[in-house]
């Protein structure tokens, strides 16, 4: 009787709920159960906790039974917070029926957090096959859950790449939901040469290109013979396929360059004499012209220096025979 007393105090679910798969959650009623001041009223709160856990399995049982990590952690944080907030107000009325009522919120709180989940968060693969990890609300452990496709395939696409030669090409086949994938996967990258959507491939017309854990891989200085059908599949080392896409790549050819060809002015005809277009005879004649009034101009120059000579050459005789004449006066 002690036994079945203590178990009913720390409240230990034999059936475990979203909520109550939560350590500290568990504490927190085991901590709210102990405190009422009488076995009494702890018989009579154990009794509300078993109910209420009761309505939480049945309420995860509804949807699915399980919950994600994510889920779950902000379920028991608002559930807590409005605890805490239960816990510091002052009862107005029966201590009982006041905790039926915070029960009943964690109840509301779970089903808001796993209608949130259920519909879109737990399977939200459109294509290709999605395997995950997620808590079972039953046991409390964690269990693998496996998603297949709306439509049951694994092709999740056809999608058209242009390219021109010596440029580049980005495939990226990511989404969003290849992160809750358990495991190790990796992305596969082949391709089939030739020009894409001529003919239905098969696999032996695929060759390997890269295995990375990067989901995009980048063409660059994209020749002609590059384009064809390039497939990207994500996979384990298992090799099992989760998800597969194709992309068409085409290459378009760079327009041929042409050499401008070099502009030639036509000779002129012997008889053209246009002043603007000098012939052989009247270069001569222009040259003897010049050359003419250069000889005149230095024969003109030789006289003038010459007389201008002479000048000096009298004045400077007619100095000199002055002075003799004085010199000569002052002797007699």
Not at 12 to 26: F, V
Not at 82 to 89: G, H, N, P, S, Y
Not at 112 to 131: E, V, Y
Not at 203 to 231: I, M, P
Request: proline letters at 5%; charged letters at 20%.
């Amino acid at each position: 009787m002690l036994l079945i007393l203590v178990a009913l105090i720390y409240c230990i679910p034999t059936a475990g709920a979203c909520l109550q798969c939560d350590r500290t959650t568990r504490n927190m009623h085991e901590d709210f159960i102990l405190s009422a001041p009488t076995v009494n009223e702890q018989i009579e709160l154990q009794k509300i906790c078993d109910y209420a856990y009761v309505t939480y399995r049945d309420t995860s049982q509804n949807r699915k039974g399980v919950i994600d990590p994510t889920t779950l952690y902000r379920a028991k944080t608002e559930y807590q917070s409005e605890f805490d907030r239960f816990l510091k107000t002052k009862p107005t009325g029966s201590l009982t029926f006041e905790t039926i009522q915070i029960m009943e919120k964690g109840r509301k709180i779970l089903e808001k957090h796993l209608d949130a989940f259920i519909p879109d968060g737990l399977c939200p693969n459109k294509c290709g096959l999605l395997s995950r990890r997620v808590m079972d609300c039953v046991s409390c452990k964690y269990k693998i859950y496996i998603c297949p496709s709306l439509s049951d395939q694994l092709d999740c696409g056809v999608y058209p790449v242009q390219a021109e030669e010596g440029g580049q090409a980005v495939l990226d086949c990511f989404l969003p939901w290849h992160r809750l994938l358990m495991g190790k996967a990796e992305y596969y990258y082949s391709w089939a040469p030739g020009e894409p959507g001529n003919k239905k491939q098969t696999e032996k017309d695929f060759k390997a290109l890269v295995v990375t854990h990067d989901s995009s891989v980048v063409l660059n200085q994209l020749h002609l013979d590059e384009q064809g059908t390039y497939r990207c599949s994500l996979q384990d080392q298992n090799g099992t396929v989760f998800y597969r896409v194709t992309f068409l790549v085409t290459v378009a050819a760079l327009p041929l360059q042409t050499c401008q060809a070099f502009v030639t002015l036509p000779s002129l005809d012997h008889g053209d004499y246009s002043p603007l277009q000098p012939t052989e005879n009247l270069f001569v004649a222009v040259i003897a012209m010049v050359t003419a009034l250069s000889l005149a101009a230095s024969v003109g120059l030789t006289v003038v220096l010459g007389v201008m000579m002479n000048r000096q050459r009298t004045a400077k005789d007619l100095r000199r025979s002055r002075k003799e004449e004085k010199y000569t006066e002052g002797t007699v």
